[in-house]
């Protein structure tokens, strides 16, 4: 089992910026597939970025491709979305996911643990 907890959300304003921190316990973070996924009201959940175990891959959804990077460090189990340029269509909640499998996939049924969410708000 692996759990999962994120922190950094918040208010900010249009064009700011914003990091999220995923947060893991139980089991090393490395074995894992992290993803970051954002739910905005009355939407369907959606990954915005995924990151392989090593870090060497990763992949985008292209409405944050150029603002967001997500980057890990297994050494503290930790995996990062830092947010840049954020427009109020970003404003959701964002959840980090762990896949056990070896697969770089965005696809939400693939993922095993979730965190609790945090709250993204941003004001125009």
């Known amino acids: 089992q692996v759990q999962l907890v994120e922190s950094g959300g918040g208010l900010v ?5 914003l990091r999220l921190s995923c947060a893991a316990s139980g089991r090393t973070l490395s ?6 996924f954002r739910q905005a009201p009355g939407k369907e959940r959606e990954c915005v970025a995924v990151i392989s175990g ?3 891959i ?12 997500i980057s890990r460090d297994n050494a503290k189990s930790t995996v990062a979305l830092q947010m840049n340029s954020l427009k109020p ?6 959840y980090c996911a762990a896949d056990r499998s070896f697969a770089v996939t965005m696809t939400e ?12 708000t941003v004001s125009s």
């Open 31 to 36: 074995n894992y597939i992290v993803g970051w």
């Open 54 to 56: 090593s870090g060497s």
């Open 109 to 120: 049924s693939n993922y095993d643990y979730w965190g609790q969410g945090s709250q993204i």
């Open 89 to 94: 269509e970003d404003t959701a909640v964002y």
């Open 58 to 69: 990763t992949r985008y959804v292209e409405s944050v491709k150029g603002r967001f990077t």
């Open 13 to 17: 304003q249009a064009g700011g910026s």
